[in-house]
Each structure stands twice: as structure tokens, then as C-alpha cells.
């Protein structure tokens, strides 16, 4: 694949290790606050925030709600709270503006273990496995909504890994964690990204809210690529880099597909610098 | 070639591997739509699947067990199990921390908060937190009085080892109770065992008790005599058109069918009442352990404080 001569400037300056991970550190900061502002109060009595992931109140005053699960109260047939309606439709708003599949990349602590899975994955070689087709989220997605809506009850919740975890992670665990090793065991052996990029339905769910972020991420050097596949290798959903970075089906550099996490780690690895972060309408390309 | 997947726009780009390993004569485009439409017949097939077997699990894995109680305010359980979503706001500003989220595998439905009145029992707050903490309404905000909370219903299962029951005065769950002489009061029966004793039997009033679980918590025997369960197992219904023929004659100040004939109770004549419930206090048969305080083997209040007050004649010799 790679047998393009590899075109190796000798300008290039090593980067440096903070360079190559600064992304990668943020994405972690960002997701250890957002459990660490839930663990604060029952570690230290320091309440910032109260629940968790499904619900929440922070400082006592912003209520948090996850859009998808407040869909599925509502077709169970509860009209919840407004409380629980307000905080659905900040989140909703929130996530709309800087990108769905932010959530994934820079709060969900899912995503810590699947991309674990997917860093063992590369570093045992395993290369075995069947992938499911990346519509299958989307087909599991629109299930859970049919299943609450026929069982009047949420009961995706019974075993949505995405809850068990951050719930188990605040207030306390046992039997989840065999759904969370499992995720990792079968993104390591069975599919590559099996669960973050081809099953969950919340995945698919902020997806599907991504078509208007104004946070992306441009290939806007690249003229500069030297086809290392770095990028494609590290990135969890590598379809979506083709497009802006070789111009296939688009002419700008911009990455569109609502499917990216925005976790910028195609920036830190690209010895070549082609990416950064920018927003919707930055279509400058070198 | 790419071909756009309806769904989610992504690029499928697998059109021309096929076509190259191939040996039958198949067009690249007809390959790659055969791939494309397994493909999603697969994941539509695995995502229907995994959808009703979370479905199922719901269903079959939804009854509550007997010692699982609700925070105050629940909705009766079929339509929590719609509107909890499992954030655990009621956990955290319950100043007690007597509730808890059920894990993956308990027997209550994951992630949904009770408490368990043996291990710590509801204080019953006056200002009810839990249930202004709830977002979704499945702690109904209707509910302001705490005494008004309907967790459970306790029941004194065990008469065998209740200590009142054998004729001691423990009345330890008599006195604890929030709503004490309301929820819970202890009715006076002769002691047939002792013949000269009573028995001060505590009796739950199912239109009071709020299932607090303070009774069952307290019960001073290893394992408790009285428990609380949740509602829907403790407590029975008549059938919706029996009516207490009592209580309509006291409605309507006379019975209404009207005077009926006295007739003479033939056979008993200078027994003691007649009574077969006496016969049966004797018979060293264990009572039903569901068998309510009114049914035998002791004679009902009513019947205690009419026709029995001369003392029954139980048999018994010191
Ligand atoms: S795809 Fe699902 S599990 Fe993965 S990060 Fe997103 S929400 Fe979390
Ligand atoms: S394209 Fe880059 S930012 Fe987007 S998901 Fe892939 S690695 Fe992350
Ligand atoms: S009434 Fe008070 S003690 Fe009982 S569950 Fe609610 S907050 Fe906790
Ligand atoms: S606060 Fe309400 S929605 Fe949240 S766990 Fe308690 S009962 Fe469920
Ligand atoms: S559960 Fe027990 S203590 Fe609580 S109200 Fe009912 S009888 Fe009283």
C-alpha cells in the first residue's frame, strides 16, 4: 500500500514527545475531570457534580441530561420532569454546535477501554477477526428505540455498557466489569473497533448529531502527506479521513464525516504536521 | 468505485477487491452490492437481535425481589422502570445513604436505586430529598407528606418466633414505628398456652404503613418476625364486587337485605361457644406462616372480646 516513494524532507524537525501526544493527554485530562467533578463529592464531600452520565446536576444549578435516554422515556410513554427535558435539550444543543462524536472522544469512558483494545491490538499484531458492517450501530440503535418503545420500559439500560461503566465507576461495581472486558476482548480479537466504531448505539446516536459541528479537524496540509498511513492506523473510524485528505468526493480539507470522534489524534501522530484542528468553515488548504 | 451507504453516508470502498479474486463472471458493481446487501442484512439481523434480547432480559429480569423496597414517591414498578433513568441524584441527597444502585447481575433491574430495611431502614425525612432530587418523576413530586409513602407493607410473617406472639412483651416494632398506634398496633388476644395471659399481638394496617422498613430493621430476633416487602407481594385484594356486609349496614344505618332470622346454633349447647378454633389451639399443628393474625389458630378481636371473655377451655394443665 505505502510503496509510493516516501518523500522525506529533510527539513523536518523531530517533534517533540508533547507534540506527538498533546491531543491523546488532553482527550485523557478531559475525561478523567468529567468523572473526577462526579467523584469529588463522594471522595472529598466537594459536590460538583451529582449522578452521573445519564443525569445530572452540577454546582446544584445545570441540569444534564442524555438526549438518547430521555428519547427513550418518551417512548416508553413518561413525560419526564423538566428538569430531566432541560437538561436533554443543553446536552442536545451542546453537543449539535461542537460536534456529536465529542462525547465519544472527550467524555465516555468506554472509549478509554476500546481504544486500549485497539492500541493492543496493533501492538500484538493481531490482524484475525470479522468486523460487522458499519451499519450495524445504526440498526442497533434504531432496536433499543423499538425495544422501549414495545417494552414501555428503557431496557437498553439493562445492560448499556456505556452507563454500567460510568454509574459503576461513581457509585460502585461488580458485574458490569464483565461487560466491560468483554468489550475489550472483543475489540482486541474479534473486531478492530468493533464496539466504539461498528456497534454502540450511543456512538451512533452523537453521530448522528455531528452533521453541523463547528469543531473539526482539516487536513490542511496535505500536499505535505507522505502516505506513512499513521493516521489511518490510529484513527478509530479511518473511513472518514480519505475524503479530506486525498479529495476523494470533496474538494476541501476539512474531515466532514459526523462519524469523527474529533480526538485529534491523527494530529499528534502525523510526523508531517497535515492536520489541525480548526472549525466548519476554515476551508484554507496549503 | 465507492458506494455511499444510505444509513450513515459512509464511503464503502471494497467495490473492486472482489472483482480481482473472482473466478465467476460477475460484474465488480453486482459483487460489491451482494457484499453490501449481506452486509446490512447481517448488522440489521445483530442489531434487531441484540435489541430483543435486551428487550427480553428487561422483561423477565423486572420483578422486584421480596427485600428490594423503592424510594418514596416510586411509581408503581412498571411505569419506574419506564421513567427511572438510573442517575442516582435520589442516592446522593438521601442524607442517610440508605439507597443504592443495583448492579448487573442483582436481582433488581440495573441501575434502578432501593434500599433493603433489614441492612438500613427509610427515616422517612420530612422534606423527602430523594424525591426533589428526581429529574424524571419517578419519585413523584405528588407526594409531600411523607406519611403518605407507600415503599411496602410490612407483614408479620413468622408468628412461630415472634416474641409477643409467644406471650412476651418484646413490642419492639410496635414502639419504633414512625407511625406508630396508625401503621402498626399491638391488638390484645387471650393467651390460650397460659389460659390466664394475653397476647398483645403487633398488627399492620395496610392504609398506614409507609414500608419504612424501622419495624423490620429493629426486629430484635436474628432474622426478623415482621418483614416489609414491596406492596404488589405483601398484600392481597378481595375480588373489585365483594362488599363487608358490616360495613354497609354501618353506612347505611341498617342492613340491606333487611332483617334476617336468627337461628339457633343446634349441637354446641353448653359448650365453650362453640368455637372450633378453640379445638385447633390444642392440635399441635404449625399455623400457616401467611395466615393472618384474625384467622386461626387464635380467635379474632371480635370474637376474643364477645362471646370468649369467661376464658375458653383450652385444655390446657400447668
Ligand atoms: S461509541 Fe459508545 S462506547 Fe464508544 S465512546 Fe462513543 S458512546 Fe462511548
Ligand atoms: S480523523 Fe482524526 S480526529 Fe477524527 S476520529 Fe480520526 S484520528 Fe480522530
Ligand atoms: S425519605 Fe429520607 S431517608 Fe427515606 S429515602 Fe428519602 S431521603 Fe432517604
Ligand atoms: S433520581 Fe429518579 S431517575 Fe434518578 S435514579 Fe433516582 S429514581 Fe431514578
Ligand atoms: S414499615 Fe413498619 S415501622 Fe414502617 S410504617 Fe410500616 S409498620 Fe411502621
Not at chain 1, 459536590?47 to 444534564?64: D, F, M, Q, R, Y
Amino acid at each position: 500500500m505505502a510503496s509510493l516513494p516516501v518523500s522525506s524532507s529533510d527539513s523536518d524537525v523531530p517533534r517533540s514527545l508533547w507534540q506527538r501526544q498533546r491531543w491523546l493527554v488532553l482527550r485523557r485530562l478531559s475525561q478523567a475531570l468529567v468523572l473526577l467533578a462526579f467523584l469529588a463529592g463522594p471522595w472529598f464531600g466537594l459536590w460538583i457534580a451529582k449522578g452521573n452520565l445519564s443525569s445530572s446536576l452540577t454546582l446544584g444549578v445545570l441540569p444534564l441530561t442524555d438526549p438518547l435516554l430521555a428519547l427513550q422515556t418518551l417512548l416508553t410513554g413518561h413525560l419526564p420532569y423538566a428538569a430531566a427535558l432541560t437538561g436533554a435539550a443543553i446536552v442536545l444543543g451542546f453537543y449539535l454546535l461542537v460536534g456529536g462524536r465529542v462525547f465519544c472522544g472527550w467524555v465516555c469512558p468506554v472509549n478509554v477501554v476500546t481504544d486500549a483494545a485497539a492500541w493492543t491490538r496493533r501492538r500484538l499484531g493481531i490482524k484475525t477477526g470479522r468486523v460487522p458492517d458499519a451499519a450495524t450501530r445504526y440498526w442497533l440503535l434504531g432496536g433499543i428505540l423499538v425495544a422501549a418503545a414495545v417494552t414501555g420500559r428503557l431496557a437498553w439500560e439493562w445492560v448499556n455498557p456505556v452507563s454500567l461503566l460510568h454509574r459503576g465507576l461513581i457509585f460502585g461495581m461488580g458485574g458490569g466489569l464483565f461487560v466491560i472486558a468483554g468489550i475489550f476482548v472483543y475489540d482486541v480479537l474479534v473486531a478492530s473497533r468493533g464496539w466504539c466504531g461498528h456497534l454502540c448505539p450511543m456512538g451512533a446516536f452523537y453521530g448522528l448529531l455531528g452533521r453541523t459541528a463547528l469543531l473539526r479537524v482539516s487536513a490542511a496540509k496535505r500536499s505535505a502527506c507522505d502516505d506513512c498511513m499513521d493516521c489511518f492506523t490510529v484513527c478509530p473510524e479511518p473511513q472518514v479521513i480519505r475524503p479530506a485528505l486525498k479529495a476523494v468526493g470533496q474538494a476541501g480539507p476539512l474531515i466532514l464525516s459526523s462519524d469523527c470522534t474529533t480526538c485529534g489524534r491523527c494530529i499528534d501522530v502525523c510526523d508531517k504536521q497535515v492536520f489541525k484542528m480548526t472549525h466548519r468553515f476554515d476551508q484554507r488548504s496549503e | 468505485m465507492g458506494r455511499a451507504c444510505p444509513l450513515n453516508g459512509l464511503i464503502v470502498d471494497s467495490a473492486r477487491q472482489p472483482a480481482r479474486k473472482s473466478t465467476v463472471a460477475e460484474s465488480p458493481a453486482s459483487a460489491a452490492r451482494r457484499r453490501f446487501i449481506n452486509g446490512v442484512a447481517a448488522a440489521a439481523g445483530g442489531g434487531c437481535l441484540l435489541a430483543l434480547g435486551a428487550g427480553l432480559y428487561s422483561r423477565s429480569a423486572s420483578a422486584l425481589p421480596a427485600q428490594a423496597l423503592r424510594p418514596p414517591g416510586a411509581l408503581a414498578e412498571d411505569d419506574f422502570l419506564a421513567a427511572c433513568v438510573r442517575c442516582g441524584l435520589c442516592v446522593r441527597d438521601c442524607p442517610y445513604h440508605i439507597l443504592k444502585l443495583a448492579d448487573l447481575g442483582e436481582p433488581v433491574p440495573t441501575g434502578t436505586p432501593y434500599f433493603t430495611a433489614r441492612q438500613i431502614p427509610c427515616e422517612m425525612c420530612d422534606d423527602i430529598p430523594c424525591v426533589k432530587a428526581c429529574p424524571t418523576g419517578a419519585l413523584d413530586r405528588e407526594l409531600t407528606d411523607i406519611n403518605q409513602a407507600r415503599m411496602g407493607l410490612a407483614a408479620l410473617v413468622d408468628h412461630e418466633s415472634c416474641l409477643n406472639f409467644l406471650g412476651l412483651r418484646c413490642d419492639v416494632c410496635y414502639r419504633v414505628c414512625p407511625v406508630i398506634d396508625k401503621a402498626i398496633t399491638l391488638e390484645t388476644q387471650h393467651n390460650p398456652r397460659s389460659d390466664r395471659h394475653a397476647m398483645l399481638l403487633p398488627t399492620v394496617h395496610s392504609d398506614a404503613c409507609t414500608g419504612c422498613g424501622k419495624c423490620e430493621k429493629s426486629c430484635v430476633l436474628p432474622e426478623a418476625a415482621i418483614k416489609v416487602f414491596p406492596r404488589k407481594l405483601a398484600q392481597g385484594a378481595l375480588p373489585a364486587h365483594y362488599r363487608k356486609g358490616w360495613e354497609e349496614k354501618a353506612r347505611h344505618g341498617g342492613s340491606l337485605i333487611g332483617e334476617q332470622v336468627e337461628l339457633p346454633v343446634r349441637g354446641f349447647e353448653g359448650s365453650t361457644a362453640g368455637r372450633s378454633a378453640t379445638e385447633t389451639v390444642v392440635a399441635p399443628v404449625a399455623p400457616a406462616p401467611s395466615a393472618a393474625p384474625s384467622a386461626a389458630p387464635v380467635p379474632s378481636p371480635k370474637e376474643a372480646s364477645g362471646g370468649l371473655r369467661r376464658g375458653l377451655d383450652s385444655h390446657w394443665k400447668p
